[in-house]
């Protein structure tokens, strides 16, 4: 079982960034890939980025490509996503979750967090 809590989420204005936070619970964090996902208003949850358990293989939304950037810290047992240049259209619910490969799919994600939110004003 694993317990995810983000953090990190608030108002920016456009061109900002904001650096979001996923605490992990458990003793086997390095074992599971983890993922960024979000949710706008009236939209389906969409991938943002994902990352191996080890070695730390990235994968991104072409949406997000070179603005965004997924780590994580397995000593601490947590992943972040810095958001840099942010736009109005990136506002939106970010969810964090944990699954055994790397995938833009929700269903391959076992566990998820209760999600932090983002708004970018214009």
């Known amino acids: 079982q694993v317990h995810l809590v983000e953090s990190g989420g608030g108002l920016v204005q456009a061109g900002g960034s904001l650096r979001l936070s996923c605490a992990a619970s458990?003793?086997?964090?390095?074992?599971?890939?983890m993922a960024w996902f979000r949710q706008a208003p009236g939209k389906e949850r969409e991938f943002v980025a994902t990352?191996?358990?080890?070695?730390?293989?990235?994968n991104y939304a072409d949406s997000v490509k070179g603005r965004f950037t997924i780590s994580r810290d397995n000593a601490k047992s947590t992943v972040y996503l810095q958001m840099n240049s942010l736009k109005p259209e990136d506002t939106a619910v970010y969810y964090c979750a944990a699954g055994p490969v790397r995938s833009y799919l929700l269903d391959a994600y076992n566990y998820w967090g209760r999600g932090t939110q983002v708004t970018v004003s214009s």
């Open positions: 990352i191996s358990g080890i070695g730390g293989r990235t």
């Open positions: 458990g003793r086997t964090f390095s074992s599971y890939a």
